[in-house]
């Protein structure tokens, strides 16, 4: 990293990389952006494969790189929060940073030791390589647990990407940093710093109809990750484009659900609901467009503050929501719309996957099964009459594969 003075202009959230193409005139835009967003769809799905019931997680770190915002997951020990950030940081690529904070945690275990040489010639400077100012992607354990004086220099960080400290001040390539708890913090002393955290995602244990395939998904091993750096440059391009996403379309729409949250009572600040554009625009170009509609509205129940709120936000945005999806984030969208569109989105991008799978598998009593399982959830979802076509295609498909040979 560079060092650069203290009042430098600094480079905004999730920037292109130094020496990056500048972005296509619009027209070219388009379909740039739809091809980036199917890269790191793939992605997305390839981290979420064997994470049972936790597609989702992997799926808003994704969604909040491309926005430049922080994500805070906030669930029981053992409920693989951390799992989840890891598969889909190795997918992406990238520095990562990772650390389990505690009451005892020095800043030099976060920021960097103090640089000897420097100090002997009386500057207080910090050597930052491999720590958390120059991560591109950061997992933080248990980020209530940190003392003040890490909470104030993250607190900085977080907010503007810049690491002060000392004699030492540099440009941060942080695109997301994802925060986990076990509870939201009681203490008030803590509210602005958990308020940096945009997005939040409360987590359960997996149901126990579900824990058979939680079972049969432990003994599986994981994805193996891209090369590093190999999606990070697809990531940045959408973020630029987020940073244009035309929200003119949205904007009444956008205002008439923010309405809608304060006055059932889900509280937000003025600076949670202008930032809740950025999370619209980055749902916009994962689903391959510049262009905002309701279609990305399912985001909105992320800037709720507890899980409670974001149950109220569901239900009291439902008729908004109703057409909601999104192809690269499809558990997310559904997760957060109950949609059936999003729903629709979700069964036909696991199909296709499921079908490129088996084709790759022996015919075998477990590939059947598997098969047959996804045939299954879409007719208990659909009547035959409300197929979606795209959903239709992925059926026929799904019904050729395990008939008879």
């Known amino acids: 990293m560079t060092e650069t003075n203290a009042d430098s ?4 959230p999730a920037a292109p990389a130094a020496g990056a193409a500048a972005w296509p005139a619009p027209a070219v835009a388009a379909t740039a952006v739809a091809a980036d967003a199917e890269l790191v769809g793939a992605a997305v799905t390839a981290a979420g494969r064997g994470l049972v019931d936790r597609e989702t997680v992997a799926e808003v770190v994704t969604l909040c790189a491309v926005a430049g915002e922080h994500l805070l997951v906030v669930g029981a020990p053992g409920t693989a929060k951390s799992e989840a950030v890891r598969r889909i940081a190795g997918q992406l ?29 009386g500057r207080v400077e910090f ?5 958390l100012p120059e991560a591109e992607i950061a997992f933080l354990d248990e980020v209530f647990l940190g003392s003040t004086a890490v909470l104030n220099t993250l607190l900085g960080l977080l907010n503007e990407r810049v690491f002060r400290r000392g004699h030492t001040v540099l440009d941060s390539p942080l695109r997301v940093c994802v925060g986990a708890a076990n509870r939201l913090p009681e203490d008030p002393a803590l509210a602005a710093f958990a308020d940096r955290f945009l997005a939040r995602v409360f987590v359960e244990p997996v149901a126990d109809a579900r824990l058979e395939e939680l079972l049969e998904a432990g003994r599986r091993p994981a994805a193996a990750p891209a090369a590093p750096g190999d999606l990070l440059g697809a990531v ?9 996403c035309d929200l003119d379309d949205v904007t009444p729409l956008l205002g008439t659900a923010l309405r809608r ?40 129940p992320l800037i709720a ?14 008729d908004l929501v109703e057409k909601a999806a999104n192809r690269s984030l499809a558990h997310a969208a559904e997760e957060l719309s109950r949609s059936t569109a999003a729903r629709a989105e979700r069964l036909a991008r696991a199909g296709s996957a499921l079908l490129a799978e088996h084709r790759g598998l022996p015919a075998g009593r477990d590939s ?5 399982a996804a045939l299954r959830e879409i007719d208990a979802g659909f009547d035959p009459a409300d197929l979606p076509a795209a959903l239709a295609g992925i059926r026929a498909d799904l019904v050729a594969a395990v008939a008879p040979s």
Not at 9 to 12: F, K, L, N
Not at 236 to 244: I, P, Y
């Open 236 to 244: 940045d391009r959408l973020a630029t484009a987020a940073r244009t």
């Open 9 to 12: 202009t600094t480079v905004p």
């Open 305 to 318: 503050p507890t899980a409670d709120t974001q149950a109220l936000a569901r239900d009291t945005l439902a």
């Open 368 to 372: 059947r099964l598997r098969l047959e």
């Open 261 to 300: 949250l304060r006055s059932a009572g889900v509280p937000l600040s003025d600076r949670r609901a202008v930032r809740s554009q950025q999370l619209v625009a980055a749902a916009a170009v994962l689903d391959g467009r510049t262009t905002a509609s309701a279609r990305d509205l399912w985001v909105l």
């Open 127 to 131: 050597e930052t390589a491999g720590m």
């Open 93 to 121: 690529g990238g520095r990562y940073f990772e650390y389990l904070l505690g009451r005892f945690t020095e800043p030099n275990e976060l920021f960097g030791p103090v640089d000897l040489r420097g100090l002997r010639e």
